[in-house]
């Protein structure tokens, strides 16, 4: 049976953590949207890389040339992972944020941008300077293509435009109609960029079956370590503006001019935007990444996980006081990404809960998607930090939510053991 199945190994199954109740617990691992725990294939590939590692593009020694080959090599596995067109550029960035904050480098002049409310901070964000159209949160999918139409037919038609939309939402944990709104951009003439940070390590992302111009995801959250993020897809916006980064790398050719300033030549492959000493060990890592989740079969994990979520989901619907927060409704496919509030708790307090009494590892506050967890709560809350939880007295209304994620190499332990403790 798949779905019983677990088809890939984490690390930190066996780390153990005390308990103030006395003795200590296995850690549950419930916080994978946040971060998801490194493949057993990732760690073994980077130490079995790691004695030669050298540096990128830079050296004609032979560990060089080899992480160089490495690293190039990366981007085609990750081009391939994501089914790029021929002519789309892989640009190797930090995170997810990273990626979008270059894209919005890169947009020509006087580029409308059109996001929903309900986004992740660093989709809705990094737009700040363009003519930016805030969308309000949809309560169907179907709804957020009609109010995404509505918006573009409004806009200037003959300037350029673009759509930033998550693929799964790092809150409700729900599938966005990514190809539905993908033809909605392009039937106005906008460009989509895709965020598949929530996405990309539960689903395949086809960059050609879902025609979106980018991809952007992290290598944290596709089980890879922190330091890498990924963007690609299409090379013209990337190639037509200045390197997100100016320095070594960026740059094919530097010379003085007799009136003593400097000319640049800059490169026209992604390497434009990847000024400096690259991240290979997170290169790398993301590469074998794709390489695992490929070879497991998305099949599998899909599978997997759905058996995951029911058990969640009928666990927690057991429980009166529970209730889940969803913009499309209880029928609305979704990743392992559940976020809910219990009635007479403070969120806070029943996350610090269930890691003290229970060992087990989940988020609490407002996800970095402040306005979508506001509409779903229908609360005002105090942020208190960037992607903090405001306080509410015990036994106050809460004001925040408490998210449980999870994914490949989740044992049905840890997702029982987070259900009896709720209950
Ligand atoms: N988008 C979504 C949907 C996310 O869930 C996150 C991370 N929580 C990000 C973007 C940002 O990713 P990173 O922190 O790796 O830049």
Known sequence: ??????PLAVLGRDVTVPLVTGGEVTYAALDYAASAPALQRVWDDVAAYAPYYGSVHRGAGYLSQLSTDLFEQSRVTVAEFLDCRPTDQVVFTRSTTDSLNLLAAVLPADCQVFVFETEHHASLLPWADARVTYLNAPRTPAEAVATLERALADRDPYGPALVCVTGASNVTGELWPVRELAAAAHAHGARIVLDAAQLAPHHPVSVQELDVDWVAFSGHKLYAPFGSGVLAGRADWLQEAEPYLAGGGASRKVARREDGGVDVEWHTTAARHEAGSPNVIGVYSIASACKALTEAGFEHLVARERHLIAKVREGLAEVPAVRILSLFGDDAPRVGVISFVVDGWNSSHFAAALSAEY???????????????????GSEPQAQGECGAPEAAPGERSLNAIRVSFGAGTPDEHVERFVRAVK
């Open 1 to 6: 049976d798949p779905a019983c199945a677990e």
């Open 359 to 377: 060992g087990i590892g989940v988020r609490d506050g407002l996800f970095c998607a402040h306005p979508l967890v506001r509409t779903l709560l």
